[in-house]
């Protein structure tokens, strides 16, 4: 019997007792909660192979949901139900990184299908990188601590709905602006807050690797009174800008371009959407995940 935990992300009992009756009957344990904040905390708390969220939740939506655990819990993949088929959210659901994307009426036997499709997926990739050597990286239970505490938990868990949205409509114009293949914005935890743009897998842990917890401020840029650090990488192919900034809680705004682009206009652009992120990230918003939260217990 298989032990992988699956997470139930919906407010509605009906379904959630559907799913976890068919799941735990498929040799899966279960944890269900109602909302986007309570989902966070869970996660925090616990590591879940699959997590089912439908579209429409209390507090944000299962899409947001699926944003952030993308960027959160990369070893956890997100099975979205929708209401009804819209091919509009089915290309943004894969987009996001959705193990699969479903709508109602529900086949349970299909979602089996999928989450077990995704458990063997995993399982052969664990196989694969057995061999490797794995990327030093801080405890699980040293970042859950850290998560939890409202002091000392990330950017990418600082924000609510409004901020989100605005620092995408930002990114969104900066791309634009800079005509980038890939701008992305990283809080201290190398967590994704926002991101425009596509990476093949490998680039995009590559690039969580190599950004900094912290900025140091140049000394140059110190005596033109500047808070911004800048870092500049250029490849046959590629430059790399990545614009440090944000006190206490420190960010990385990357942009990944053409080398035909213009340094000068880039970092300008960069220099300027930073300001106006550095802005909305001091918005006074309360934490979108309760510092104390405890699992319902598996039906």
């Not at 559907?18 to 904040?37: I, S």
Request: charged share 20%; with cysteine.
């Amino acid at each position: 019997m298989s032990a992988e935990a699956i997470l139930i992300v919906s407010a509605e009992s009906e379904l959630t007792e559907n799913l976890t009756e068919t799941l735990r009957g498929g040799g899966y344990r279960t944890t269900a909660v109602q909302t986007f904040g309570e989902a966070l905390n869970a996660l925090v708390l616990e590591r879940f192979q699959v997590a089912i969220t439908t579209s429409a939740l209390p507090d944000m939506s299962g899409m947001d949901l699926l944003a952030m655990v993308g960027s959160l819990c990369p070893e956890t993949r997100v099975i979205l139900i929708d209401n009804e088929l819209s091919t509009k959210s089915a290309v943004a659901a894969l987009r996001l990184g959705a193990a699969d994307y479903l709508y109602r009426p529900l086949n349970l036997e299909l979602l089996l299908m999928s989450i077990q499709r995704e458990i063997d997926r995993q399982a052969y990739l664990r196989q694969r990188a057995a061999s490797a050597k794995p990327l030093a990286s801080k405890p699980r239970s040293v970042e859950r601590e850290q998560w939890i505490n409202p002091a000392t938990r990330p950017a990418a868990l600082r924000l609510n709905h409004a901020q989100f949205t605005a620092l995408e409509e930002e990114m969104h114009k900066l791309n634009q602006q800079i005509h980038a293949e890939f701008v992305g914005l990283f809080d201290s935890g190398h967590n994704v807050i926002s991101a425009v743009g596509k990476l093949e897998h490998i680039d995009w842990l590559s690039l969580r690797e190599v950004l900094p917890s912290e900025h140091t401020t140049g000394k140059l840029a110190a005596l033109l009174g500047d808070d911004f650090a800048h870092t500049h990488f250029e490849g046959e192919q590629h430059s790399v800008f990545v614009v440090g900034f944000g006190k206490p809680h420190p960010v990385s705004l990357v942009a990944i371009c053409s080398v035909s682009s213009k340094p000068g206009l880039v970092w300008l652009s960069c220099k300027r959407s930073a300001v106006t992120i550095d802005t909305l990230l001091k918005m006074s918003a309360p934490p979108i995940m309760r510092p104390a939260f405890s699992p319902q217990p598996a039906r």
